[in-house]
């Protein structure tokens, strides 16, 4: 393994062929039945499509289809990929993100370029019939935004004919970049983000620890409080979504360093199971803010 802290720059990529039991070579005549989707969540909106994104590179595979639709991010500065290969760490940068999507806004790819040194797209796609979550890596403070985002599992990843399994993670260098990347995938509007110490539920226990709390805000108003529940219980590891509109009441803490209580209403299973959600912000102006928010929208 490379010693730590030592990379791969884009000279060093692509390794040859034979370095990997992993990969395959694929050429894009390459005949595979196209992935099949379930129904995505009600609040995630159509992508425009764009005229040079349909049948114009040569590298598309027959599971793109005309009916995909593609949103390009240009970013505000460049986004470095980072993966292990080979037992070689990568990082390779790129200046802007095509995000593909399917008839039914179910996400199928990342596609990256604009790198220095790539001549080909690096694309990162998604077979998982559920949308994935980018799940940022560190809690977020008020002056110390997260810019780590990764997809907790491994993908399959395309750079020009050699296709391999890794997990990446995409490091932003600007914090809207990163913000847009979330809400693109999304499909819904980030209104709040916060870290968290800890959530605790009255009928579960420890839900997280050292997580991130946002809020998401879908075309049709609805809106969802969204975490990611990595507590030690036997049961996966998961996102845990909470509609506002399930929110009956909240206690507010009060005091700097206490936890806001939320009341939640049994609409769900979950939301049965848990009762109340405890909440301990990092910062005590995000405890007031989402006090605010929750004043507004659940009174």
Partial sequence: MSPPGSHFDAEDWPLPLSVSRRESTVSSSTNSSTPSFGTSPPFLPPLSRTASSIGSRSRQASCFSLYDDICRLPLNNSVTISFVRSNKLFKLRYTYIDIRKDATGSLKSLE??????????????????????????????????????????????????????????????????????????????????????EAKSKGRGEECISQNLRILRGHNGKQVILFFANSQRKELKRYVSIPVTCIDSFNPGKKAGKPVVLQLQPNFDILSQMKTLSIQFLDDSDRKEFCRFLTEHTT
């Fill in 112 to 197: 990256l370029g604009g790198g220095p040194g790539q001549q080909t797209p690096l694309v990162h796609t998604f077979n998982d019939t559920k949308l994935p979550v980018p799940h940022l890596e560190h809690p977020k403070l008020p002056n110390e935004p997260s810019l780590r985002i990764s997809f907790m599992d491994e993908q399959t990843v395309q750079s020009a004919q050699t296709v391999f399994l890794a997990q990446i993670s995409y490091t932003f260098e600007d914090w809207k970049d990163c913000v847009q990347f979330q809400e693109l995938i999304l499909g819904s509007r980030l209104v709040f983000i916060a870290g968290i110490a």
